[in-house]
């Protein structure tokens, strides 16, 4: 039987990973910042209901993991009310704490191998973003290809997490 946290994290992956995918693509600032606010809450609240139900299952690194995710989606929402170009300085926090994440839960068989190469391909991408926003390049969060092409493979991998709490028992 599938418990209420597995139901609201997965919705609050899905509204997540639609809005913040939504929010790079507009065109409006106040409207960019009110989808990722929202992305933002629905993803905090998911990681700390995935950080619990990992510790309690006795998964150490990916509970940590989460709540390492958890941290950096948090700069990320402390940023989005200043705009594009202020919210660099935690947006570069955000996604390497996010990388740092990723890697950790993809670390263990927790999830399916295509969730975790997913993780890990995401992952990837923003530690390449944030170093290159570090050594000069300068990037913002919508910035393409780079950190841009990361979201999609961010969002394939909240997919993965979803399909893993709902998925029907054998």
Same mark, same amino acid.
Request: net charge neutral.
């Given at each position: 039987?599938? &418990?209420?946290?597995?139901?609201? =994290?997965?919705?609050?992956? /899905? ?7 939504? *929010? ?5 600032? !106040? ?10 809450? *629905? $993803? =905090? $609240? ?10 309690? #299952?006795?998964?150490? #690194?990916?509970?940590?993991?989460? #709540? ?5 989606? &948090?700069?990320?929402? %402390?940023?989005? !009310? /200043? ?8 947006? $570069? *926090?955000?996604?390497?704490?996010? %990388? ?6 993809? %670390?263990? /068989?927790?999830?399916?191998?295509? =969730? ?6 995401? /992952?990837?991408?923003?530690? $390449? &973003? ?12 919508? &910035? ?5 092409? *990361? ?20």
């Amino acid at each position: 039987m599938r &418990s209420t946290s597995d139901t609201i =994290v997965a919705i609050g992956l /899905a509204i997540g990973g639609a809005l913040g995918m939504a *929010g790079t693509f507009v065109g409006s600032d !106040a409207l960019r910042e009110t989808l990722w606010t929202i992305d933002g809450v *629905g $993803v =905090v $609240v998911a990681a700390a209901l995935l950080t619990m139900k990992y510790q309690r #299952l006795g998964n150490d #690194l990916v509970a940590a993991g989460f #709540l390492t995710f958890l941290a950096g989606e &948090s700069l990320l929402l %402390a940023g989005n !009310a /200043a705009g594009l170009q202020a919210s660099v300085p935690s947006y $570069v *926090g955000g996604i390497a704490l996010w %990388a740092a994440g990723l890697v950790m839960v993809s %670390a263990q /068989a927790t999830f399916a191998l295509w =969730v975790r190469l997913a993780g890990l391909v995401a /992952a990837l991408l923003f530690t $390449v &973003s944030a170093l290159m926003i570090l050594w000069g390049a300068p990037l913002l969060p919508t &910035s393409a290809p780079l950190p841009a092409i *990361g979201y999609p493979f961010l969002v394939l991998t909240f997919i993965g997490w979803i399909w893993t709490l709902l998925k029907p028992e054998r």
